[in-house]
């Protein structure tokens, strides 16, 4: 649950603005879910795709444009995997770039952390308070706590009394053109490759790495994962997914270590998406947002640290570029940046030499 902060604002833009429907998009995400679990025995995150996400939101797409930027998606991940073209970014991108992408996204993990406290301070400053408490408590896990927390203030506030009563509801089959794969590659799917590449793929590669040194994940195998789960949820009702290193920081920070968290998530998600599915926008909503972005900070700060894996040497420029740049644009740019000083300081380090 460390990795709700994302889900719930873009899932509620999904419902509103592009009338997608909750039962399938939900259903599909815990199919996934499942499946990764299963797969790799990883707390693997599997979270939707932002930029596709929120230019779809803001140019209000139709549910088949969302479908079929899906299944664009599915198409590039499976041939930058089977042409080895993810292998080879992987191979030229240095550890310092890598941090940079990190800590570019613990920043802005961050910042908008702050944002959803600034609609209860007092309320975030208790539930940041139970996660240092309860972090490595086994018996009463903190992001279980806070997920019980929100849930009873909205009970408390009466939040609740308009949820409608359980009704099943099965993923529609969906479908979309040609013509709205191409235009969904050309509105945002062109700019969503390389923030997948660094984050979801890069990122997450490198921070497995970190956490489990013997059970490393490659490059070439997330790039086919995400490929091959985005060309067949679309057909069901599923929005664009990926995987991401600030869900398995959040995922990790909140005491994840196998895959039994994907299932258990996996879970969660088929069981609301079949039985609440009327009611899920004004659930996700409803739920007091200072505790999500409590938890979001937390893992903010965790993604910076990994930082100090890079000494005070020359590898500093690099990763302080990679850093500005995704600050001050993307992390798609900062990443191209990042690579163009890395190769430029080694180009002069050794001509000096």
Known sequence: MGDFGTLFPLAIGYIVACGLNPAG?????????????????????????????????????????????????????VIFSMTGIMTVIARITPLSVVRGIQAALGVLLAVEACRMLAAGWALGIVAVAIVVLLRDNRYAPAALVLMAMGIIIMLVKGQLQHVAAPA????????????????????????????????????????????????????????????????????????PLCSGAGGLAGQYYFGARTGGTNILEGLIEISLGLFLAVSIAGLFAAFPMAIIGAMMLLVGIELTRFTRDVGLNKDLIPLGATLAVSLATNMAIGFLAGLAVHNAVQYFTNKNL
């Open 168 to 239: 099943f509801s099965l993923p529609p089959l969906t479908g979309f053109t040609a013509k709205e794969v191409w235009q969904t590659m050309l509105a945002a799917g062109f700019a969503q490759i390389p923030l997948t590449a660094t984050n979801a793929v890069i990122a997450t590669a490198a921070l497995i790495k970190t956490y489990w040194p013997e059970r490393s994940v490659s490059e070439q195998k997330l790039s086919l994962n995400m490929g091959i789960m985005n060309l067949l949820l679309p057909f069901f009702g599923g929005m």
């Open 25 to 77: 998009f939900l259903v599909m995400m815990g199919v996934t879910n499942i499946a990764t679990g299963i797969i790799y025995k990883l707390p693997m995150p599997i979270e939707p795709m932002k930029v596709l996400a929120v230019v779809a939101i803001a140019q209000h797409w139709s549910p088949s444009m969302v479908y079929a930027s899906g299944f664009a998606m599915g198409i590039v991940w």
